[in-house]
């Protein structure tokens, strides 16, 4: 063989081993698989990246996901967690990381840019609670093993001044009552924001349907329990609890409620199952 030809040949070697070597490397940051899609979802790359995703799709860490207004997508990560996106939602997949032998190395940090979710805890959360968090504008939640519905409003000129108005109304009413400041959060936790005009007003909701969770920020940290609902109207402000259900609605189809794999989930994957990648 020629020399020529044998600096070709290791050429061809070398760029076939950097190739495989980066597959690799891609394939170690998969976080989970899309398992439920009710229309379509992008994905922004964490290298700039534009991925139309459907069904089977895998999502990894560093992806932002960004349903449609009449999008619903489920998320099944590699340690049996899932999360249900709403429609209209930004939701960025910051750091996952599980390893069943290597407890040590887990790490599941999201943020949810605006819309809502439902989370249900997976096996990282229940034996390293502590790994999880879930940034929002207005606060940051933790878990301690549990099932969670989040709703983040954002504000327009009306909601804000609504929000603003409520939050003064009560801290005044909780301070004229009581007439001392360390109550409040107390007595906050006995209303509820009124309706603005076209919605609830801005913050960040939550409910608890199984479990337990914490929301803390600058303002202060709450603690909300199975069939507890919150709110929290800004960094600043403390979450509080309210009494009822402010109106946080969350209706996948039926059909998410079926076995992934199923008639269900062929059902809605005529749409095609193969990604498309726009750079």
């Not at 063989?1 to 940051?29: D, Y």
């Not at 049996?80 to 709403?86: Q, R, V």
Request: glycine share 10%; hydrophobic share 40%.
């Amino acid at each position: 063989m020629s020399p020529l030809r044998k600096c070709t040949v290791i050429k061809a070697l070398l760029l076939l081993a950097l190739l495989c070597g980066g597959s690799l490397a891609w394939a170690a940051q998969v976080a989970g698989t899309v398992i439920q899609l009710s229309g379509p979802m992008l994905a922004k790359k964490a290298d700039g990246g534009l991925k139309i995703l459907s069904l089977k799709s895998e999502v990894e860490s560093g992806d932002t996901l960004v349903t449609e207004k009449n999008t619903y997508a489920m998320i099944k990560f590699i340690d049996n967690s899932e999360i249900t996106l709403k429609p209209a939602t930004t939701f960025k997949v910051e750091n996952f990381a599980f390893d069943a032998g290597k407890p040590d190395g887990d790490s599941a940090s999201f943020s949810l840019v605006k819309g809502g979710l439902r989370s249900i805890t997976g096996l990282l959360g229940k034996r390293n609670k502590e790994r999880f968090a879930l940034k929002t504008p207005t606060a940051t939640i933790g878990i301690r093993g549990t099932t969670f519905i989040v709703d983040y409003v954002e504000a327009s000129e009306e909601a804000v001044a609504a929000a603003r108005h409520a939050y003064w109304m009560a801290s005044t009413a909780a301070l004229g009552d009581a007439g001392v400041a360390g109550v409040v959060p107390l007595q906050l936790a006995q209303l509820t924001p009124p309706t603005a005009p076209g919605g609830l007003p801005p913050g960040l909701y939550v409910q608890v349907i199984d479990g337990l969770i914490n929301v803390s920020n600058s303002g202060g940290s709450t603690n909300f329990a199975a069939g507890q609902f919150g709110y929290t109207p800004s960094i600043k402000q403390p979450p509080v609890i309210l009494p009822t259900n402010p109106g946080l609605k969350f209706t996948p189809p039926p059909t998410f409620s079926a076995p992934a794999g199923g008639s269900a989930a062929s059902s809605s994957s005529k749409s095609g199952s193969v990604d498309c990648v726009v750079r």
